[in-house]
């Protein structure tokens, strides 16, 4: 069965003892507050596409690897239907690479920003070295803090750029799905890369564009 967005975004209900803080892939999806485009636009959505829907469209070659795909073969499907950031979506993307100068158990996999969202794969880790001791100002972060993080760090310097501090930014819940096996998450970040695609089809498209 293909990954399906009607589906997996729904609000994952937590589930009862599991601990969130323990090793493993999550995907989590962060909406804007009202669904607002605010991080740029899909330049080229509804065009023709070079190559089938369900055919991968590689738009970034580290990601590509890490997903375990291959790369689109033609430069003209990367031109097709892009995801362009705008300077606040470019602040967001900082603050996802930056997590992991903050954090020290987690590895950051696919992700993309989107005009009103964005969705990424956190893979939380052991830290810890063989025979070493846990540093005493240190402690491993759950999925729910490593979430808060990032909203507060992107908010509070994307609402500086927009001289409107204190302004909610993202939406309070975030939507999240624990990846258990390998083939669920290549579906997943084939999805994430694909997403520009169809982003006419997608939940989240309400036809606005960023300014």
């Known amino acids: 069965m293909k990954y399906n967005p009607e589906i997996h975004h729904r609000r994952s209900i937590r589930l009862k003892n599991y ?17 607002l485009s605010l991080f740029g636009n899909v330049v080229g959505a509804g065009s023709k596409p070079a190559l089938p829907n369900d055919m991968p469209i590689q738009n970034d070659k580290l990601s590509s690897k890490r997903a375990g795909l291959e790369p689109a073969p033609t430069e003209f499907a990367l031109a097709t239907v892009k995801m362009e950031i705008n ?24 992700f ?24 005493p100002t240190r402690k491993t972060k759950s999925l729910s803090e490593i979430v808060r993080q990032l909203k507060t760090f992107s908010a509070r310097r994307v609402n500086k750029e927009r001289n409107m501090p204190g302004v909610p930014l993202w939406q309070r819940n975030y939507y999240e799905h624990i990846i258990r096996d390998e083939e669920s998450y290549h579906k997943i970040a084939d999805y994430i890369i694909n997403n520009p695609m169809r982003w006419k089809e997608d939940k989240y498209y309400n036809g606005h564009f960023a300014q």
């Open 87 to 110: 300077d606040w979506g470019r602040i967001v993307q900082n603050t996802w690479f930056d997590l992991v100068n903050h954090i020290d158990n987690i590895k950051l996999h696919e």
């Open 112 to 135: 993309i920003v989107m005009p009103n969202h964005l969705h990424g794969i956190i893979e939380i880790i052991d830290n810890m070295r063989a025979g070493s001791d846990p540093a």
């Open 19 to 35: 601990d969130y803080s323990k090793r493993g892939l999550y995907f989590i999806t962060i909406c804007t507050k009202d669904q």
